[in-house]
C-alpha cells in the first residue's frame, strides 16, 4: 500500500462512521419521545374502538337476554304442567329479565 493512500482510508472510514455515529446520536434522542407517544396510544381508546366494544357489551346483553327469554319459556311451560320448582325457576328469570332490559335498546328486543 502506498503511504498517501492510508489518510484517504482513514478518512473515508471516519466519514461512514461518523454517519453510523450520527444515526445512533439521533435514534438516542428520539427514543424518548417515541416512547411517550406509545404510552399514550396505549392508554388512549380511539372513537371507533369505544364503538366496537360498546357493540360487543351490547350484543352480549342481547345474547344474554335471548337466552333467559329461552328458559323462561321453558320454565313457564314446566310451571304451567304443575312442576314447582319450575315456576320458581321462572320467576327468578323473569326478574333477570326485567333487570336486563333497560340496558337493551328497544328495537333489538325479541
Known sequence: MRPYCAPMIVAGAVLALSGCVAKTAFDVATAPVKIASKGVDLATTS????????????????????????????????????????????????????????????????
Open 47 to 110: 372513537q371507533s374502538e369505544a364503538d366496537q366494544k360498546r357493540g360487543r357489551e351490547l350484543r352480549k346483553r342481547e345474547e344474554k337476554l335471548g337466552q333467559l327469554q329461552r328458559d323462561y319459556a321453558k320454565q313457564s311451560k314446566a310451571c304451567v304442567k304443575g312442576y314447582d320448582k319450575s315456576c320458581e325457576a321462572a320467576r327468578t328469570t323473569y326478574n333477570q329479565m326485567q333487570d336486563l332490559l333497560p340496558t337493551v335498546p328497544a328495537g333489538s328486543q325479541r
